[in-house]
């Protein structure tokens, strides 16, 4: 377990399972390593390195409709996350703040979220490559869905 910063408070009761998760696939990602992980997508763009989503062979049909260009909302795990962090004092803020006010991986459930542009799609076996990923190689991937930022933002 990682050590938390001063400032930082971990959760003290233990947390309850309350659903289960499948994964439709992984991330084949250039990061092999948390040190060399890019913090967010933009620090994962600016490196210039693409990604891959590997769809599992039973959810490929649901890949009908997307296509080169498009962007997607990729949903994944991020298990080696601590998940017991309330308040955390990020590297890059002069303050704290709760876990839920930041976009840390670190979380009671770690679920990662990026847009990301699709540049090729092979349906067929399951390929999408991507324009970048801030998650490690190997992440398990729990779902995508269109980027529909009209939709996303009406009567906001």
Known sequence: MFDPRPGESRLTEPQEPAA?????????????????????L???????????????PAYRPALEGIAAGELLVALYWMSEAPRDLLRQ??????????????????????????????LTL????GRIG????DALDGTPLLDLKPHMP?????GA
Do not use: Q, Y
């Open 89 to 118: 004092v990020p590297r890059h803020r002069p303050e704290g703040a709760g876990t839920f006010a930041l976009r840390s991986p670190a979380r009671p459930n770690p679920i990662g979220l990026g847009v990301v542009r699709v």
């Open 130 to 133: 991507i324009d970048a990923i």
């Open 20 to 40: 289960t998760l499948c994964f439709i696939g992984h991330i084949e990602s250039p990061w092999t390593d948390r040190a060399a992980c890019p913090k967010n």
């Open 122 to 125: 092979d349906a067929g076996s």
């Open 42 to 56: 933009r620090a994962a763009r600016e490196t210039g390195r693409s990604a891959t989503l590997h769809i599992a």
């Open 150 to 154: 009209l939709a996303d933002l009406a």
